[in-house]
Every structure is written in C-alpha cells, then in structure tokens.
C-alpha cells in the first residue's frame, strides 16, 4: 500500500504564526485527507479534497492539492498552542478506499 | 456526526495473556473497519481489513493467528492480541467506514495503549 509523506517531520512556531506541512504521495488517488492527533489519543478528521479540487478551506486551515506534482499542503493561519499536535496526511490508492498515512509532522506552538 | 467508541483506552496486561479491544460504531452501520497500529513517534500502520460477516484480511507481515479480528456485526469489531508479549506494546486505532456515507466516510476510535509486562 502506499503511504504519503509529510515533510517536515518537526516545526517549531510561535503563536500567532502561520505553520505549513506538506504531503506527498506515489500513484493516483481517490482523496487526500488531513488528521491532527494530540500525544497518546486518536486521530481526529480536519478537512478531506477530492481528486478533482484544488484548494479547500475550513477555518484556519487552507489545504491545497496538485495531483500533476502528487502533493498536498496544509496551512494553519495564527496559529494557537492548542495547535500543537502531530498532523497526519492520508491517501488511499485508485482502487482500495483504504487510507493509508504518512510518518507525519510534529507541530509545536509556543505561547 | 458518526463516532466510533473504542474501549479500553489503556489495559495492562502481563506477559502471555490476552487482550481484547472494542470498536463500536454508535450512529452509523460500519461496513468495513480498518485496525491500525501506532508506534511512539510512528505513522499508522494498517493492519487489517475487516468486512462484516467476513474473515479479515491481514497485511503482509501480521500474524493473523496473534492478531484475531472478528466483526460479527454491523456496529461491533474487536481486535483480540493473543499470547501478548512486550514487543506488542503499542497503540491501536480502529477506523469505520459507513456504506451510508460512501467511500469518503471514515471514523476513527480514540485508540487504545496496550502495555504489556
């Protein structure tokens, strides 16, 4: 199965600032999805884009996705403490639906 | 909106014993529910697909036999770790997906870390 890959593995801001990840992926996709995880706990859903959109917002958060480079980007604007979590993108391949995930992104906001 | 309640969050077990972990899907019919596992610092990593009424398909390099799912029904999956060791040790997640709500549906549980000693 493949598995996206976020980049960078950890980023270190203060509040207020804007906190970029990035997602790559291997072969065509159905979807992407975001999920943020606080330490220990489960994954919570932020935001899905389908194949055909480029750009969704939610919020604070504005994720964008070109399929021709096979990458995603997610952007958190002003960004809080409670920010602070391990942000995870998942793709599933053009057949199975089966989300798969990157290693994903460290994200520390400092007060 | 669809929640998926897992139980237990913790459990510590000894060494040699079984565990059983609990996905219930409390709004929703989960066709299909996925079960991942999570190393410290790690990604998830799927480690079967299960479809009501069917036997699970595992992938490559997990012990089915160690491993055993069973999702007898339409809102229930559990995930029974077998003869736990300490390299068992980690966290599990199971994600639910909804015929209702298409391929795009997916629910997660709140994970459980199992400790064994």
């Known amino acids: 199965s493949q598995q996206g890959e976020e980049d960078p593995q950890a980023l270190s801001i203060q509040e207020g600032e804007n906190a970029t990840m990035n997602c790559s992926y291997k072969?065509?996709?159905?979807?992407l999805q975001w999920y943020r995880q606080n330490s220990g706990r489960g994954l919570v859903h932020l935001i899905l884009?389908?194949?055909?959109?480029r750009e969704k917002h939610s919020g604070r958060l504005r994720v964008t996705l070109d399929t021709s480079k096979k990458s995603s980007s997610l952007l958190i604007t002003a960004s809080r403490a409670a920010d602070t979590a391990s942000y995870f993108c998942?793709?599933?391949?053009?057949?199975?639906?089966?989300?798969?995930f990157g290693r994903g992104t460290s994200l520390i906001v400092h007060p | 909106g669809a929640v998926v309640s897992q139980h237990p969050s913790r459990v510590i077990c000894k060494s040699g014993t079984s565990v059983k972990i609990e996905c219930r899907s409390l709004?929703?019919?989960?066709?299909?529910m996925f079960w991942y596992r999570q190393f410290p610092k790690q990604s998830l990593m799927l480690m079967a697909t299960?479809?009501?009424?069917?036997?699970?398909?595992?992938e490559q390099g997990v012990e089915k036999d160690k491993f055993l799912i069973n999702h007898a029904s339409l809102t229930l999956s559990t995930l029974t770790v077998t003869s736990a060791h300490p390299e068992d040790s980690s966290f599990y997640i199971c994600?639910?997906?909804?015929?209702?709500?298409?391929?795009?549906?997916?629910?997660f549980g709140s994970g459980t870390r199992l400790t064994v000693v």
């Open positions: 994600s639910a997906r909804s015929r209702d709500r298409g391929y795009y549906g997916y629910t």
């Open positions: 072969t065509s996709i159905n979807n």
């Open positions: 884009i389908r194949s055909n959109e």
């Open positions: 998942a793709t599933d391949d053009g057949g199975s639906y089966i989300p798969t």
């Open positions: 709004d929703f019919q989960a066709t299909t």
């Open positions: 299960s479809n009501e009424g069917s036997k699970a398909t595992y």
